[in-house]
């Protein structure tokens, strides 16, 4: 176990792989889902039920309100979304719903809040 995991006991991390929530907020056609990168090193990002995100490797973790997203559609223009589209984002993602399952998407939506 990592020190990581003694920290946040009750989060469970899953591959980030959704469509571009900035988008979806926009109405503009969000893409296939795909994995999603943490800019500032490429490293993989995944997100926890704690409604966080952390990222492999750098090992940063921060709650999902503070991030902004650049797809293919807007790659240098990071933009935020809201928590009623990163919502609909994550729980149209088929890991997220297949692998993590209810229960994970209902402590995901408690912490995530609204904003
Ligand atoms: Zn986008
Ligand atoms: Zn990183």
Known sequence: MSQYDTQVPEAE?????????????EQKEPGPAAQWFHASDDGFVQVGS????RCTSC????HVKS??????AHQTDFRPTSS?????????AGQITSVAGRQWMQRFLENLGEW
């Open 67 to 72: 991030w902004r997203y650049a797809c293919e």
């Open 84 to 92: 009623a589209h990163l919502a609909n984002a994550l729980s149209t």
């Open 13 to 25: 991390w899953f591959s980030l792989v959704m469509r571009c929530p900035a988008c979806l907020s």
């Open 59 to 62: 090992r940063c973790v921060e």
């Open 50 to 53: 704690s409604a966080q995100y």
